[in-house]
């Protein structure tokens, strides 16, 4: 990676290197997105569109293959590539399924938008964290810890029965 990154063009090594099959290995290393903490792959998914440069990238593989700088920087470039893709491909497969999960279409949302939803945009992040908290009685930031695959699940079970009991309430009142 070191020498790569060197390099005054790539151009060469980059034709061949963007046609290797994703990779889920990188320094001995595998990624497991539900493993991870919570606020690890909501920070990677915040980094992602905003890399700029190499100690971004660096940043953005240490985290999410638990490996240190050294290991980073000692990698070969082929393995680089595999494994930029591959992480890609499950922070892209990550959102997709939050999206599809978690969004809500309520035929209440223009109320929503109108009490100033738009304020809570920079909280995104930690608020099901705060409805979680709320919910089982403990710290949000502490749950930001816990592995993203578990909290996703619970932020989707909490989300179904919500709108199961908005349902019912509907119906009930009829």
Not at 30 to 44: D, E, G, L, T
Not at 75 to 103: D, G, Q, S, W
Request: hydrophobic letters at 40%; one cysteine or more; a positive charge.
């Amino acid at each position: 990676m070191k020498q790569y990154t060197r390099l005054r063009d790539t151009l060469h090594y980059d034709l061949l290197l963007e046609h290797l099959n994703p990779k889920n290995s990188f320094g001995n290393r595998q990624m497991n997105i539900s493993a991870m903490p919570y606020a690890n792959v909501k920070y990677c998914i915040r980094l992602l569109p905003k890399i700029v440069d190499w100690n971004d990238v660096r940043q953005l593989f240490e985290i999410c293959f638990d490996i240190d700088e050294k290991a980073f920087w000692k990698a070969p470039v082929t393995e680089f590539f595999a494994a930029r893709k591959f992480v890609v491909a499950e922070f892209e497969r990550t959102i997709a399924t939050e999206n599809k999960l978690l969004t809500t279409l309520s035929t209440d949302s223009h109320l929503w938008q109108m009490a100033g939803a738009d304020k809570l945009k920079p909280y995104g992040d930690t608020l099901p964290l705060l409805q979680l908290g709320k919910l089982f009685g403990q710290y949000p930031f502490d749950l930001g810890r816990k592995p993203y695959g578990e909290i996703f699940s619970l932020l989707a079970q909490t989300k179904t029965q919500n709108e199961v009991e908005t349902e019912y309430r509907k119906l009930a009142s009829k």
